[in-house]
């Protein structure tokens, strides 16, 4: 059964530091893995998406990794701000289409 | 942009009354999905529907639990009786179709049951 762990389960750094957050998996059979951030009481949006193909994604500050054989990735965030503070939850997709959740890393980026 | 949306934002209920939650998935998606978090807990999935049927469904989804697209726009799901343990944010989300893999969320609807 795939089971997904995010490391560490909350981080605080201050203002402008680059940051790494750390997903595993315990299933190398996925087919791919999404990052999403999570305000307090709110939706999901989706960050980025890797395909079980590929190696890593970026959007602006933002880049994440996939190892598949080794069973992890990693949410790489540049020059952190404010408004990046959030929970950040990682997910694979199984052939079942079914995403399976980590429990997320809550960010507090302090001014 | 196409949005999923889900209504209500917020639903106070009391143990043992039905309640459903509602989403309006995006217009030309035809794989509908409902998960749900608990709160400070992970977020699970419950339910996947395509072609008017349910498709998969978890060891949660038992039957106190149904989903139903009643027209062409409204994807819903059911708690006949609610418990106090269904207090959770629920969340809708609907893909494409074959070959698209980015399932796209709603904002979540939060089912207090007291």
């Known amino acids: 059964k795939q089971e997904v762990t995010q490391i560490p389960a909350a981080l605080s750094v201050p203002e402008g530091e680059n940051l790494v957050l750390n997903c595993s998996f315990t299933?190398?059979?996925?087919?791919?893995l999404q990052w999403f951030r999570q305000d307090p009481g709110k939706g999901l949006t989706s960050l980025l998406l890797?395909?079980?193909s590929q190696r890593e994604q970026t959007s602006g500050r933002l880049n994440a990794s996939l190892d598949k054989s080794s069973g992890r990735s990693t949410l790489y965030i540049a020059a952190s701000q404010p408004g990046d503070s959030a929970t950040y939850l990682c997910?694979?997709?199984?052939?079942?289409?079914?995403?399976?959740w980590g429990a997320g890393t809550k960010l507090i980026i302090k001014p | 942009e196409p949005e999923v949306t889900q209504t209500p934002s917020h639903q106070v209920t009391q143990m043992g009354q039905e309640v459903i939650l509602r989403c309006v998935p995006i217009?030309?998606?035809?794989?509908f999905y409902w998960y749900r978090q608990i709160l400070g807990q992970k977020v699970e999935f419950l339910v996947s529907?395509?072609?008017?049927?349910?498709?998969?469904k978890s060891e949660i989804f038992d039957d106190q639990f149904s989903v139903e697209r009643p027209d062409g726009s409204n994807f819903t799901l059911k708690i006949r009786s609610t418990k106090l343990e269904d207090s959770a944010m629920y969340f809708c989300?609907?893909?494409?179709?074959?070959?698209?893999?980015?399932?796209?969320f709603g904002p979540g609807t939060r089912l207090t049951v007291t």
């Open positions: 299933d190398s059979a996925i087919y791919n």
């Open positions: 997910a694979v997709r199984d052939s079942n289409y079914q995403l399976i």
């Open positions: 529907f395509y072609n008017n049927e349910i498709s998969e």
């Open positions: 989300a609907s893909r494409e179709g074959t070959g698209s893999i980015e399932q796209y």
């Open positions: 217009s030309n998606h035809l794989y």
């Open positions: 890797i395909q079980s």
